[in-house]
């Protein structure tokens, strides 16, 4: 059975700095894309980031590029999403997901970050 | 890096079929075959149900159907039952390999 379970989410404040990770089972996890995908509360849904099997080249979007980093240890098949420079508009729950051609065909519960003072 | 745009909401009765559809732009519906639906009910992770374009995972209803057309995707769910209710998104590969989605349609079975 596949299974992503995401960790690390909590409330920081504005500026801060916060780490989450994905532990993942049940398929081969070193060769398989990675994703991180987020929501908004009461909102639609934003990817965010996906990392190669290899661990690079990682891509993000636009609205976290340069503040976010997504990396890899496929040794303990672990995901991880390094958070800087947060904003009360990063605040969503955010998804780890496998990433197959495009598509995110496996998807953990998620893990509410909420960005506030 | 705008989403794909979806209507906010869509209806019908049970039995009926409804359409969603999905708007994006020449930098990614139109030159992808990449595009995805997912389905999202309250407090849940979305489920994947059509993948490029119009083909179904494993065990998924044969109710759902995609198609694409131009910078237009869509979404058809047939024979509308009372568990289709739920918030639907469509996605598709952006030119430079990243993904976008769209704002999500709320799909209310009267």
């Known amino acids: 059975e596949v299974q992503l379970v995401e960790s690390g989410g909590g409330l920081v404040q504005p500026g801060g700095s916060l780490r989450l990770s994905c532990e993942v089972s049940?398929?081969?996890?070193?060769?398989?894309?990675m994703t991180w995908v987020r929501q908004a509360p009461g909102g639609g849904l934003e990817w965010v980031a996906k990392?190669?099997?290899?661990?690079?080249?990682?891509l993000y979007a636009d609205s976290v590029e340069g503040r976010f980093t997504i990396s890899r240890d496929n040794n303990r098949n672990l995901l991880f999403l390094e958070m800087s420079g947060l904003r009360p508009e990063d605040t969503a729950v955010y998804y780890c997901?496998?990433?197959?051609?495009?598509?995110?065909?496996?998807w953990g519960q998620g893990t509410l970050v909420t960005v506030s003072s | 890096q705008s989403g794909l745009t979806q209507p906010p909401s869509a209806s019908g009765s049970p039995g009926q079929s409804v359409t969603i559809s999905c708007t994006g732009t020449s930098s990614d519906i139109a030159v992808s075959n990449y595009v995805s639906w997912y389905q999202q009910e309250p407090g849940k992770a979305p489920k994947l149900i059509i993948f490029?374009?119009?083909k179904r995972p494993s065990g998924v209803t044969d109710r759902f159907s995609g198609s694409k057309s131009g910078n237009r995707a869509a979404l058809t769910v047939s024979g509308l039952q009372a568990d289709d209710e739920a918030d639907y998104f469509c996605?598709?590969?952006?030119?430079?390999?990243?993904?976008?989605f769209g704002g999500g349609t709320k799909l209310t079975v009267l």
């Open positions: 490029e374009v119009s």
């Open positions: 049940g398929f081969f996890f070193s060769g398989h894309y």
């Open positions: 990392i190669p099997p290899s661990g690079t080249p990682q």
């Open positions: 996605s598709s590969k952006r030119t430079g390999g990243t993904v976008v």
């Open positions: 997901a496998k990433e197959e051609w495009f598509r995110t065909d496996f």
